[in-house]
């Protein structure tokens, strides 16, 4: 093959630092979860951390994916276009329901926005306490 003496460039791996449980507890008590965006974005950050799954595949979650009963949720639109249960625990399941009940709708994106809209990936810096380009 031609591209036998050409050279592999080996790309240096970063390893991603996960969470530590204090940094959570410090993130959720940023905001009590007394108002929709609160409640929405602690939902949004439990389910994030308690799955593993991408902001992407986050964002494009609709009611119907998540099964509170069995504390499990459909990602119908994962890396390749697979879809994938992911399992999540019952802190998760309590702040799916609370962000639901102010959200009072049973259909529909998971994540909306204030105004109605379905949370798009690039909402995720700013609703984290980052900054730029975001929406709430």
């Keep these: 093959s031609v591209f036998h003496r050409v050279p592999l460039i080996r790309l240096e791996q970063k390893v991603v630092r996960p969470f530590e449980l204090e940094d959570v507890e410090r993130l959720l008590q940023v905001r009590e979860a007394t108002t929709f965006l609160a409640a929405r974005n602690a939902a949004m950050l439990l389910l994030l951390l308690d799955t593993g799954i991408r902001v992407s595949e986050l964002t494009g979650l609709d009611v119907g994916d998540i099964d509170l009963e069995t504390g499990r949720a459909l990602v ?6 697979k879809q994938r249960v992911v399992a999540f625990g019952p802190r998760v399941g309590e702040a799916l329901s609370l ?5 009072g709708y049973d259909a529909g994106p998971l994540f909306e926005t204030k105004e109605g809209s379905a949370c798009r990936c690039g ?3 700013r ?10």
């Design 99 to 103: 962000s639901m009940a102010y959200c």
């Design 123 to 125: 909402g995720s810096r």
């Design 76 to 81: 119908r639109n994962g890396e390749g276009r």
């Design 127 to 136: 609703s984290a306490g980052g900054s730029g380009g975001g929406q709430e």
